[in-house]
T-cell receptor
Framework: AQKITQTQPGMFVQEKEAVTLDCTYD???????LFWYKQPSSGEMIFLIY??????QNATEGRYSLNFQKARKSANLVISASQLGDSAMYFC????????????????FGQGTILTVHP | EPEVTQTPSHQVTQMGQEVILRCVPI?????FYWYRQILGQKVEFLVS????????KSEIFDDQFSVERPDGSNFTLKIRSTKLEDSAMYFC??????????????FGPGTRLTVL
C-alpha cells in the first residue's frame, strides 16, 4: 500500500481564491511527522509546513495551513488567497517513527499535485 | 537565511563514468540526506547520514553509491559507474539536531544528472 497518497494529479484555482490539496497517509506508528513541499518549475524543493502527529492544533504558516484529521489519516494543505507564484508541484511527505530514532527521519513522498493558478 | 547549497547544478556524464555530487548542508545541522527524483516521478529516499556514518539506506543505494563527509562542511554522493537509469535530479537535505524545527529537512536546489 502507498504510504502517501495524493489523489489529485492536477488542480486549478483562480487567483485570490483558496485551494485545498489532498493528502492521505498510512502508518502504524504513533509518532510521525507530515510535511508539505513546493517544487516550482525551476526544480528546487521548498519547505512549506509541518505537522507533528501529537500536535493538537492544525499547523499554519502565513497563507498555508494544514488540515490535519488524524482519525481519517489525512493532512490536506490549504492555500488561502492564491497567487500566480503559487503555480507549482506540491508534495506531501511523511517521516515515520521518532525523530532521531532508528529511522533517522527519512521522508516518504507522495506523487505530487500540480497546481495552476489562473489570473 | 542559511540554506543548503549543491554543486554542480547540472552534470552531464557518459555511462560508466564516476560522478561526485557535492552539497554544503546548513552549518549547525547534523543529519544529512540524499534523495533523487527521476523526471516526472516522486522524490525517493537514497540514504541518511549521521555521526559520520550511514544510518539508513534504501534498496536504490547499492554498491555503486557512496557518501562521504570529507570535512566539516561538505557532504558528497559518489556514483562509481553511472548507468542510464541514474539520470535524475539529486537532492541533498539537512536537518537540525534540536530546536523547534528539528523534524524539518531543508533541501538544496538539486543537481540534475544526465547520463548519456
Amino acid at each position: 500500500a502507498q504510504k502517501i497518497t495524493q489523489t489529485q494529479p492536477g488542480m486549478f484555482v483562480q487567483e485570490k481564491e483558496a485551494v485545498t490539496l489532498d493528502c492521505t497517509y498510512d502508518t502504524s506508528d504513533q509518532s510521525y511527522g507530515l510535511f508539505w513541499y513546493k517544487q516550482p518549475s525551476s526544480g528546487e524543493m521548498i519547505f512549506l509546513i509541518y505537522q507533528g502527529s501529537y500536535d493538537e492544533q492544525n499547523a499554519t504558516e502565513g497563507r498555508y495551513s494544514l488540515n490535519f484529521q488524524k482519525a481519517r489519516k489525512s493532512a490536506n494543505l490549504v492555500i488561502s488567497a492564491s497567487q500566480l507564484g503559487d503555480s507549482a508541484m506540491y508534495f506531501c511527505a511523511m517521516r515515520e517513527g521518532l525523530a532521531g530514532g532508528t529511522s533517522y527521519g527519512k521522508l516518504t513522498f507522495g506523487q505530487g499535485t500540480i497546481l495552476t493558478v489562473h489570473p | 537565511e542559511p540554506e543548503v547549497t549543491q554543486t554542480p547544478s547540472h552534470q552531464v556524464t557518459q555511462m560508466g563514468q564516476e560522478v561526485i555530487l557535492r552539497c554544503v548542508p546548513i552549518s549547525n545541522h547534523l543529519y544529512f540526506y540524499w534523495y533523487r527524483q527521476i523526471l516526472g516521478q516522486k522524490v525517493e529516499f537514497l540514504v541518511s547520514f549521521y555521526n559520520n556514518e550511514i544510518s539508513e539506506k534504501s534498496e536504490i543505494f547499492d554498491d555503486q553509491f557512496s557518501v562521504e563527509r570529507p570535512d566539516g562542511s561538505n557532504f558528497t554522493l559518489k556514483i562509481r559507474s553511472t548507468k542510464l537509469e541514474d539520470s535524475a535530479m539529486y537532492f541533498c537535505a539537512s536537518r537540525a539536531p534540536s530546536g523547534r524545527h528539528t523534524d524539518t529537512q531543508y533541501f538544496g536546489p538539486g543537481t540534475r544528472l544526465t547520463v548519456l
